[in-house]
């Protein structure tokens, strides 16, 4: 039984080329082992929840009929397996019943494995946007990834990451919506802003009523319409707004007559670590 090297043990190498990765990944002359199904456990890093009945009965009705097209990825753990790419084939596999199932084994260490995992699903758009924003916060969380870091990686800019990522601030209530679909990224993003209470009666008035983006943001607009002496001016909107785009994390302004206080929003120490970082860079330029 043969292995083939990863795609390098740090994540500097990871990081330094993702498609590259990818292609090497992809790329092997080793003929496809066949191991046994029940020595596989699952990626406890797999970003992807939920996983349709329909979708696996169908691929497993296409598996017994053309047979395995693709192999899945492991690694070995011991006597054991853990699976890295193709969950849905495994799953499959285990509905019609068979005994092995063909995999490429490679190489790779625990940050490696969680790391591939993750990114292969975001690459291959099968997550929804709230598990994509979990699997891109894990990312920054346990393996001290930046926004720009993760947005390399994954191809994608760096924007698209930072708009995900806030996806983590909604209530609970939104996650679990956006998470089965009922929602879109759009109706999530609107309510972002509004209170937890508030987030929930008008997602919740969305699903009732099939309400769009644009409606949903004409409620919170009309809702918002009553003049506030804390109202920003146009100016400090644009700052805040420019300091969020450079630093990737949200900043509030509350300015007044005697001064004002910035506010900087982080999730956990690593993204602080992050900001600080970036300030730093600005200082010496």
Request: with cysteine.
């Amino acid at each position: 039984m043969t292995k083939r090297k990863a795609l390098g043990s740090g994540l500097d190498s990871l990081l330094s080329s993702s498609r590259g990765h990818q292609q090497k990944t992809n790329k092997t002359n080793d003929t496809p082992n066949h191991i046994l199904v029940h020595k596989i456990e699952r990626n406890r890093h797999q970003p992807r929840k939920i996983f349709r009945e329909d979708e696996i009965q169908q691929l497993a009705d296409s598996i017994n009929e053309n047979g395995q097209i693709a192999p899945i990825v492991v690694r070995q753990i011991g006597d054991r397996y853990e699976l890295i790419v193709g969950e849905r084939r495994w799953r499959a596999t285990q509905l019609l019943k068979k005994e092995t199932i063909s995999a490429t084994i490679i190489e790779a260490d625990d940050k490696t494995s969680a790391v591939l995992s993750i990114v292969e699903n975001v690459q291959r758009e099968d997550l929804n946007s709230m598990e994509e924003a979990e699997s891109l916060q894990r990312l920054i969380e346990e393996f001290n990834m930046s926004h720009e870091d993760v947005a390399s990686y994954i191809c994608k800019s760096r924007a698209h990451v930072t708009n995900l990522i806030r996806l983590n601030d909604l209530c609970n209530y939104v996650k679990d919506q956006l998470r089965l679909d009922k929602i879109s990224m759009g109706h999530a993003r609107a309510v972002l802003t509004l209170p937890a209470d508030e987030q929930t009666r008008v997602i919740k008035s969305c699903i009732s009523r099939s309400l769009s983006v644009r409606a949903i943001e004409k409620i919170i607009s009309s809702d918002t319409k009553k003049p506030k002496s804390t109202s920003k001016d146009q100016d400090t909107v644009i700052i805040e707004r420019q300091l969020t785009e450079l630093l990737g994390a949200k900043i509030t302004i509350n300015h007044s007559r005697r001064g004002g206080v910035v506010n900087i929003k982080y999730s956990s120490t690593s993204e602080l670590e992050g900001i600080i970082d970036k300030i730093r860079k600005i200082e010496r330029n």
